[in-house]
């Protein structure tokens, strides 16, 4: 009887110690479970937070865009409507010009009796006065451009600092942060800046870190760390280091590698190597462009060449792209449309 007492004690003993492990081994697996699911309904959480911070930053960049986009217009209809004014008046002149001399008597030397010239030769009146005035308008032209030269000059230089501009934006976008670094940085920090990103692109393309890079469990902290210790970070610039930071923290690996493309694009903008061809009157011309020029654009390479029927300005070859800032070409225009007008 004591045996089976014992071996129920026994038994009992070791039901209970079972059912403690078992309820503590429980407890264990249920804190691991909430600790996985709350971290990660925080990371879904922090990225929904993320993105939607990113779409009213493009929201409002857009909105930005959009007024600037208004205001050129409004600028450019503005100047519009002054030109035609420019022109009506002009062409208000040659009428009152062309009364004046259809008033006078027709007289003749040769033939006292002839008849007054008929209708028929009033295109021929009206051609002649055409002439006579594009002459006029020439050497007027031609006197006042020599005094504004300069402006031209400097007008041209800013149309091509905003297409440089535009292309920057161009090849940035959606990554504005990369204009960012333009403007903060001097020429030789971008320089080493860029080489230390194309040595970072070249050892990511020949060691896989996608999934340090997108690790979960690894801090951004813990994840340069790890890169450093790969010998990913070697030898590259410590402001380099510094945005790698910040792209591990904001952006995806592929993110990354976008951006990187981006910022080479921008970067071959703003460091434009190939020739710029430049258009002027004569050598007086070349040498005061070139001093203007040499003052806001000292590492750009440009190739001048004399083109006398310019009359005054400058043409500026960009690429494909071309800034026309000469008189040639705006009397080209206003001669059409007074042609026009006058020929009706």
């Known amino acids: 009887m004591e045996n089976v007492i014992q071996t129920i ?5 070791f039901v209970i110690g079972f059912l403690h492990i078992l309820r503590f081994s429980l407890q264990k697996i249920e804190m691991v479970f909430t600790k996985a699911f709350s971290a990660l309904s925080q990371d879904d959480s922090v990225e929904k937070e993320h993105l939607l911070a990113k ?5 409002s960049t857009i909105s930005s865009e959009k007024r600037k986009n208004q205001e050129i217009k409004r600028k450019s209809v503005q100047k519009e409507k002054l030109f035609l004014t420019q022109i009506e008046e002009l062409l208000a002149k040659n009428r009152k010009y062309t009364r004046e001399l259809e008033r006078r008597p027709n007289v003749s030397f040769d033939r006292p009796n ?9 295109p021929q009146v009206k051609k002649r006065l055409l002439r006579d ?9 031609v006197t006042a451009s020599r005094q504004k030269e300069s402006a031209l000059f ?3 230089m800013t149309a091509f600092d905003k297409l440089v501009y535009a292309e920057k934006i161009r090849s940035a976008l959606p990554y504005r942060i990369i204009l960012r670094l333009f403007e903060i940085y001097g020429e030789s920090e971008l320089h080493q800046f860029a080489k230390s990103f194309q040595k970072f692109h070249k ?18 902290e813990q994840k340069i760390r790890v890169m450093n210790d790969n010998g990913l970070l070697k030898g590259l610039d410590e402001e380099f280091i510094q945005f790698l930071f910040y792209m591990v923290l904001n952006f995806s690996y592929k993110e990354m ?4 493309q981006n910022y080479m694009q921008v970067y071959k903008v703003h460091f434009y190597s190939e020739e710029i061809r430049v258009i002027v009157t004569d050598q007086e011309a070349i040498e005061k462009f070139h001093a203007i020029w040499q003052e806001r654009y000292p590492n750009y390479s440009v190739n001048y060449e004399v083109k006398k029927e310019l009359i005054s300005g400058v043409i500026i070859y960009y690429g494909t792209r071309v800034i026309d800032r000469s008189y040639q070409e705006l009397i080209r225009h206003s001669a059409e449309k007074i042609e026009m007008e006058v020929m009706l």
């Open 9 to 13: 004690t026994i038994y009992t003993i």
């Open 55 to 59: 779409v009213e930053q493009q929201g």
């Open 114 to 122: 002839e008849a007054a010239p008929n209708s028929e030769i009033a």
């Open 133 to 141: 005035y594009k002459e006029r308008f020439m050497q007027e032209v």
């Open 154 to 156: 400097i007008d041209a």
């Open 203 to 220: 050892r990511i393309l020949q060691t896989d870190i996608r999934q340090i890079y997108q690790s979960s469990y690894l801090s951004p």
């Open 257 to 260: 590698k976008h951006i990187y």
